[in-house]
């Protein structure tokens, strides 16, 4: 992994490249890194701490035994309620709440890498919110879907039973619903591709299972 694109707001360059090698080897498939913020105390820092936000979670990298092990606190965005940062003298002190569990704070984020931590989680914490809501909402949908299905059918059966023989069955609404109904999901798939809050890979398996509904 290129460490270029994760220094520009002064990471130290030895430590991106030490965590951005470990990181890479935890990467689900397609998942991508958004940002490193890497702290700096007063003082010489050795070993410091690190934070990785990726599209799909938030990594603490905290080293211990003088950098020859690293402790991985590793949070899913599904499992943070919020983040949150206080500038200080010295830095600012960077936190993530969890739904359950403890905080998680690392202290001395340079303050421009404390803003953009803050600017790139609740990115992340706000696309996870409209993913939920539209799958709530395709699921309040299906069920419409269902129920006039379950209403139609006996008004269906009726009209099959009553019609003389040979006649043509005429094609019942409910159909021509559900093709809209696919439509308006793959309207709403792409722009949300389009506005950045999911990814190619999100894009392409959620079109593909829509149109498997066909």
Same mark, same amino acid.
């Given at each position: 992994m290129r460490i270029e694109p994760f220094i520009n707001d002064e990471q130290d360059p030895k430590t991106a490249e030490k965590v951005l090698g470990k990181i890479s080897d935890m990467l689900t498939p397609g998942e991508q890194v958004i940002y490193l913020a890497v702290q700096k105390k007063p003082a010489v820092t050795l070993v410091p701490d690190s934070i990785v936000v990726t599209d799909k979670r938030i990594v603490f990298c905290i080293p211990g035994n003088l950098g020859l092990t690293t402790n991985f606190e590793i949070f899913s965005w %599904? &499992?943070? %309620? +919020?983040? *949150?940062? %206080? +500038?200080?003298?010295? /830095?600012a002190k960077f936190t993530a709440v969890p739904l359950s569990g403890e905080n998680f704070t690392v202290d001395y984020i340079p303050k421009v890498q404390a803003r953009k931590l803050y600017q790139f989680?609740?990115?992340? @914490? +706000?696309? @996870?919110k409209n993913l939920e809501r539209e799958r709530l909402e395709e699921k309040e949908k299906a069920a419409q879907i269902q129920q006039q299905a379950a209403e139609t059918k006996p008004v269906i059966e009726e009209i099959i039973q009553n019609m003389p023989t /040979?006649? *043509?069955?005429?094609?019942?609404e409910i159909v021509t619903s559900l093709e &809209? +109904? @696919?439509t308006e999901k793959l309207q709403k798939l792409k722009r949300l591709f389009e506005r950045g809050l999911i990814t190619q890979t999100e894009y392409e398996a959620k079109k593909a299972d829509i149109l498997s509904q066909l």
């Amino acid at each position: 992994m290129r460490i270029e694109p994760f220094i520009n707001d002064e990471q130290d360059p030895k430590t991106a490249e030490k965590v951005l090698g470990k990181i890479s080897d935890m990467l689900t498939p397609g998942e991508q890194v958004i940002y490193l913020a890497v702290q700096k105390k007063p003082a010489v820092t050795l070993v410091p701490d690190s934070i990785v936000v990726t599209d799909k979670r938030i990594v603490f990298c905290i080293p211990g035994n003088l950098g020859l092990t690293t402790n991985f606190e590793i949070f899913s965005w %599904k &499992d943070i %309620k +919020e983040v *949150s940062f %206080k +500038e200080e003298f010295f /830095g600012a002190k960077f936190t993530a709440v969890p739904l359950s569990g403890e905080n998680f704070t690392v202290d001395y984020i340079p303050k421009v890498q404390a803003r953009k931590l803050y600017q790139f989680c609740n990115q992340q @914490l +706000e696309r @996870l919110k409209n993913l939920e809501r539209e799958r709530l909402e395709e699921k309040e949908k299906a069920a419409q879907i269902q129920q006039q299905a379950a209403e139609t059918k006996p008004v269906i059966e009726e009209i099959i039973q009553n019609m003389p023989t /040979g006649a *043509s069955v005429p094609v019942p609404e409910i159909v021509t619903s559900l093709e &809209d +109904e @696919l439509t308006e999901k793959l309207q709403k798939l792409k722009r949300l591709f389009e506005r950045g809050l999911i990814t190619q890979t999100e894009y392409e398996a959620k079109k593909a299972d829509i149109l498997s509904q066909l």
